[in-house]
């Protein structure tokens, strides 16, 4: 039987406290709850999922050095190190496969306003801010779905 593509979908600081941290802006939902929605999603589309969530930025770097050897895509969320982590941003460089941001919240309606900045956004294919845990769903079906497309018969 052939090896099912995996996708990778990477979380950032605090997202394992979802459910308890700022219920009112993240809301009540856990990071299992997610990881059983993006595995639910990934057995749907016949995908393996890996899904990873750490706090500390040189691991997610790992894990994105990981995601371009193997990956078929990588769904990233990388929380606070969206707005500051150069380091995350050059493994992302390096990464081929089709990547897609995403964020819980709206990141450009927040108060805060360095949040509305990204510095992965420019280098990934898209970006999904706002839409709850359902972002994390869209972006894995948007890349289970180009995969095995032959971009020269589009």
Not at 14 to 40: F, M
Not at 129 to 135: C, D, V
Request: aromatic share 6%.
């Amino acid at each position: 039987m052939p090896e099912r593509p995996t996708i990778f979908v990477l979380n950032g600081p605090n997202l394992d406290q979802l459910g308890t941290r700022e219920p009112e802006i993240y809301g009540h939902r856990t990071l299992e709850e997610l990881e059983q929605l993006c595995r639910a999603e990934g057995e749907t589309l016949a995908v393996d999922i890996a899904f990873r969530q750490d706090n500390a930025e040189h691991r997610i770097v790992n894990d994105i050095h990981q995601a371009a050897r193997s990956a078929a895509g990588l769904v990233i969320n990388p929380a606070a190190f969206t707005h500051y982590s150069y380091s995350i941003v050059d493994a992302l460089r390096a990464c081929k496969c089709p990547i897609v941001e995403v964020h819980l919240t709206n990141l450009q309606a927040r108060s805060e306003g360095w949040r509305s900045v990204s510095l992965v956004s420019p280098i990934v294919n898209g970006v999904i801010s706002g839409l709850g845990f359902e972002g994390y769903v869209a972006a894995i079906r948007w890349i289970a779905n180009g995969l095995g497309r032959d971009p020269a018969r589009e």
